[in-house]
């Protein structure tokens, strides 16, 4: 009963939010738009009143609104990539409102940036532009490429989307589309069966990303957010690209009232030809494809109300043959040879749907209501028998016999079997609004989430040693599981301008109930942008915040199938002190950022990692701290040309609760992270460019199969992996054709120096 109470007065309240009742000062209000030659809105053009450092950004109609002091002059810079920046005069001193429409000039002998960073509005929120990104060297086909090269952020595995930040898991990283949260397939245990990952490149606008210490209108997750923004056509336009990995195509367009607009966008990815090199040989039949479209009708200047739709089927056939392996040291080598009979069938198939309304009563207030209804059909199923032997070999480079077979230590077979079968169902209904001042703003959110999961699991290996039968594996479950969420967060932001600082407060509180365990849930979060006067180039921020992560499906599921719920939200405290610094060497721009952070863990669940599969303990049996340190250098070291280095040490540690063995590594615990991004033209063809990318990792802890002792633990080898692309453009930007904007052809190699690496 008193849960109830609780969230009866949560709903009172938020209902009740004054939308106007914020004291605002009564500054010189300058407002207007941006457009391009062509009469289109500019959107996320940057405008700077240099004499406060304030400024905003445009909204996609490219209108902005700011706020300066009366009683003076001031100059407004204007700027956005691919454009000239502009400076405009405006006199506060004889008037309270001000109308400045600005056309800004296309740029035509400036190139394209790959990653910029644009002012900060959230302390530890950073932006990143998907410009040139498909030109990119990128097996995996999605724009979380560009996410894996944030510092803070880890994979060890190129045929996966799938992304580690700063010690947490696949499962700690939240994904929203426009506002939406994007939900990931359950059964996908590799990242070879993983197909697109959900957001389209085609379709991006832009893309923010918080490593921690996010603000409260982000959910209940405790390691990342990526907010992807799809935008909004404003004329027509259309792209394809085929390549050996797939192909994909796009289309947008605006009608002539402009009152309807439309992008939408097909792909379809093969990795057989990636898959063929790895050791397992056999047969791969991947195909992956999806659609997504996103259409939008402004009634009026107030109300419109977008769709976005997604459907996806991704099946994954393999029928292997043999595989073929050298491990050991030079002084102790050996060899694992396994022929196969069997088959393995995957087929994941999810659909989204998305409905958002919204309401602008005022130029300030924006309300919007959603709803959206995810769907995940997955089916999972193998019979796979391995004949294997494990031999010797010779390792004195000197005998007639060196690298060959001298004593054979094992033969042996094991069958693996699997029919496992997944159908997840989520509807989430949601309000949002922001009222936006000239030095503060306030967000809120109510939102009801409706789950359901039935899953059916059949799942064991047998071992068969010198005829000796065991069975190792047997998982058999019927689970289901019914489930609601209730969440809502209260956010509130204040810029305040002192004699020697500049300063931008969030305060915010996410509350969250959930019916499975009865638990409620209080998130109170806290950042702080500093800006000095004295160094203008400098911006500092501190964040601090509860993050709470009411247990889904998986955590609730332990490796033979069984359910806890009673279990409890997974608990992390984050701390975050960081700073960034742009300077320039000549003329040549470049940016300076650093990170340290300290995250208290509290109720964990332990897991174990298998590629890209967790197992989880169903239990609130750990607790535990990570700890880092990143820094990032970005900037165009050669002119036009972004490029970027970056490196992260981190130390993630838990404590099993009582039993006996103090502290040990997290699956995550890679101490050393390092990650360089470069650029460059051939001297005298500046129609030729190369991408060079770096990757090295430190070795992961892994642990025995099929133990309970997770202080026992190996490290696998440190991760290496160097990939070189090419791209020449036929036609750029910078001189488009009448009918085309730009035409180019890239070859790219993966794994540069075939580096054998480690996934789990």
């Known amino acids: 009963?008193?849960?109830s109470i609780h969230i009866f007065f949560l709903f009172a309240f938020l209902l009740c939010i004054p939308v106007k009742g914020i004291a605002l000062q009564s500054p010189v209000t300058i407002s207007g738009q941006i457009t391009d030659s062509a009469g289109y809105a500019i959107e996320n053009a940057n405008i700077v009143v240099l004499q406060t450092g304030k400024g905003t950004i445009s909204s996609r109609d490219g209108k902005y609104t700011l706020n300066v002091p009366s009683g003076s002059t001031y100059t407004l810079?204007?700027?956005?990539?691919g454009y000239l920046t502009q400076h405009h005069t405006i006199d506060a001193r004889t008037t309270n409102q001000i109308e400045l429409h600005i056309k800004l000039i296309s740029e035509s002998q400036r190139i394209s940036e790959v990653l910029i960073r644009a002012p900060r509005n959230s302390a530890t929120l950073q932006r990143i532009t998907a410009k040139d990104f498909r030109q990119l060297p990128n097996p995996s086909g999605g724009i979380e490429l560009m996410v894996k090269t944030m510092p803070g952020v880890s994979s060890n595995n190129e045929l996966s989307s799938q992304y580690s930040v700063r010690g947490?898991?696949?499962?700690?990283?939240?994904?929203?589309?426009?506002?939406?949260?994007?939900?990931?397939?359950?059964?996908i245990r590799s990242g070879q069966q993983e197909g697109l990952s959900f957001i389209n490149p085609d379709m991006v606008a832009s893309v923010d990303f918080s490593s921690g210490g996010f603000d409260a209108r982000y959910g209940d997750k405790m390691s990342s957010v990526l907010d992807v923004r799809y935008r909004r056509p404003s004329e027509f336009a259309a792209n394809a690209s085929v390549s050996l990995l797939g192909a994909s195509a796009a289309v947008e367009g605006i009608s002539e009232n402009r009152k309807f607009s439309y992008i939408s966008g097909f792909r379809y990815k093969t990795s057989r030809y990636l898959l063929g090199t790895l050791d397992d040989k056999g047969e791969y039949n991947p195909d992956f494809m999806d659609w997504q479209g996103l259409f939008t009708y402004n009634f009026n200047t107030s109300w419109d109300i977008s769709l976005l739709a997604n459907v996806a089927q991704n099946k994954y056939h393999f029928i292997p043959e043999s595989r073929n392996t050298n491990f050991g040291t030079m002084y102790q080598a050996y060899n694992l040879k396994i022929y196969y009979d069997g088959q393995e069938v995957d087929r994941y198939i999810n659909g989204l749907g998305a409905l958002t309304l919204s309401y602008r009563p005022t130029d300030r207030t924006t309300l919007k209501l959603l709803g959206s209804a995810y769907r995940s059909h997955e089916k999972e199923t193998f019979d796979i028998?391995?004949?294997?032997?494990?031999?010797?070999?010779e390792s004195y480079a000197g005998s007639s016999d060196y690298a060959d077979s001298t004593v054979n230590l094992g033969v042996a077979s094991e069958l693996v079997h699997a029919r496992n079968y997944l159908d997840s169902k989520i509807q989430?209904?949601?309000?949002?609004?922001?009222?936006q001042g000239a030095t503060n703003s306030l967000r809120w959110s109510l939102s009801f989430q409706n789950e359901k999961t039935d899953n059916k699991l059949n799942e064991w290996a047998m071992l068969d040693s010198v005829g000796y039968m065991s069975l190792t594996k047997a998982v058999s479950a019927d689970n289901h599981l019914p489930?609601?969420?209730?969440?809502?967060?209260l956010q509130y932001q204040q810029e305040l301008s002192g004699n020697h600082f500049n300063w931008i407060f969030t305060a915010g509180l996410r509350f969250s109930y959930n019916n499975i365990n009865k638990e409620s849930l209080y998130s109170p979060r806290l950042s702080v942008i500093i800006k000095p006067h004295s160094i203008s180039r400098l911006t500092g921020h501190i964040a601090v915040g509860m993050y709470g992560q009411p247990p889904s499906y998986r955590e609730l599921r332990n490796p033979n199938g069984q359910m806890n719920k009673?279990?409890?939200?997974?608990?992390?405290?984050?701390?975050?002190?960081?700073?960034?610094?742009?300077?320039?060497?000549?003329?040549?721009p470049f940016n300076l950022s650093s990170e340290i952070y300290y995250k208290n863990l509290h109720r964990l669940v332990p897991y174990r990692l298998e590629n890209v599969r967790i197992y989880y303990a169903a239990d609130n049996i750990s607790s535990g701290y990570i700890t880092g340190w990143d820094v990032k250098l970005n900037g165009e070291f050669v002119q036009g040309a972004e490029s970027w280095v970056s490196f992260s040490l981190m130390q993630a540690r838990q404590d099993i609760i009582n039993d006996d063995y103090g502290k040990c590594p997290l699956p995550t615990d890679q101490r050393f992270n390092f990650n360089l991004f470069f650029q460059d033209y051939i001297p005298g063809a500046p129609t030729w460019r190369m991408f060079l990318n770096l990757v090295y990792g430190s070795s992961l802890p892994y642990s025995y199969p099929n133990t309970d002792r997770y202080d026992l633990f190996f490290r696998m080898p440190a991760y290496r992996r160097v990939d070189i692309g090419l791209v020449k453009e036929f036609l750029s930007k910078d001189k488009p054709h009448r009918v085309f904007k730009q035409i180019w052809a890239n070859a790219e190699i993966f794994n540069l120096f075939d580096t054998n690496n480690t996934i789990s």
């Open 1 to 3: 009963m008193n849960k």
């Open 77 to 81: 810079e204007i700027s956005h990539i």
């Open 168 to 187: 947490g898991n696949f499962d700690e990283n939240l994904i929203y589309v426009n506002e939406i949260e994007i939900h990931r397939p359950i059964l």
């Open 385 to 393: 028998e391995g004949s294997y032997r494990l031999s010797e070999l």
């Open 428 to 435: 989430v209904l949601s309000h949002t609004g922001i009222f």
């Open 483 to 489: 489930a609601y969420r209730i969440s809502s967060y």
């Open 566 to 588: 009673d279990m409890k939200a997974q608990r992390s405290t984050h701390y975050v002190v960081g700073a960034d610094y742009n300077f320039h060497i000549g003329d040549k």
